[in-house]
């Protein structure tokens, strides 16, 4: 098999195509993906701990931490005390943080759904049910 039939070679290439085009989308808006994810998940998660986002988003705890001051220098976020727990943080998203979420959902929205036109939506859906089993398997390894 040549390594452009190989099904993993050809989601990382696909994935890769996948990001170039969102970050190329952002940086109009001076944000990264990886901090759209952020940004997205904490308002998804409101309250969410630094070591939960970390767990959730499957990334290393200081790759997350150095997103968060981005974020935070950038007035999306906040970090508070968490009153349960004085050594965590509970993340918050901003005023500003939700008007930029507002802009960027149409832009992400937008970008995903032109991807998604090159199949019919039963089988957007079927591909996602595929991905979620072979995730799930490579878990269980």
């Known amino acids: 098999m040549k390594i452009n039939d190989s099904l993993g070679y050809m989601l990382c290439r696909t994935?890769?195509?996948?990001h170039q085009q969102?970050?190329?989308k952002f940086q109009v808006y001076d944000i990264t993906l990886e901090q759209w994810v952020v940004l997205k998940t904490v308002e998804e998660n409101d309250g969410i701990s630094q070591k939960q986002l970390a767990v959730l988003l499957e990334k290393d705890q200081n790759n997350v931490t150095a997103l968060?001051?981005?974020?935070?220098?950038k007035q999306l976020l906040r970090?508070?005390?968490n009153q349960a727990d004085k050594r965590a943080f509970s993340l918050r998203v901003t005023e500003s943080g939700l008007q930029t979420i507002e802009k960027l959902a149409?832009?992400?929205e937008a970008a995903i759904a032109a991807i998604e036109a090159a199949l019919q939506p039963a089988e957007v859906e079927q591909f996602k049910a595929q991905?979620?089993?072979?995730?799930e398997k490579l878990a269980e390894e």
Do not use: F
């Not at 968060?68 to 220098?73: I, M």
């Open 22 to 24: 969102l970050t190329q």
């Open 106 to 108: 149409s832009v992400d």
């Open 15 to 18: 994935a890769r195509k996948i």
């Open 79 to 81: 970090r508070e005390v």
């Open 131 to 135: 991905l979620r089993r072979i995730e």
């Open 68 to 73: 968060l001051g981005r974020l935070e220098k």
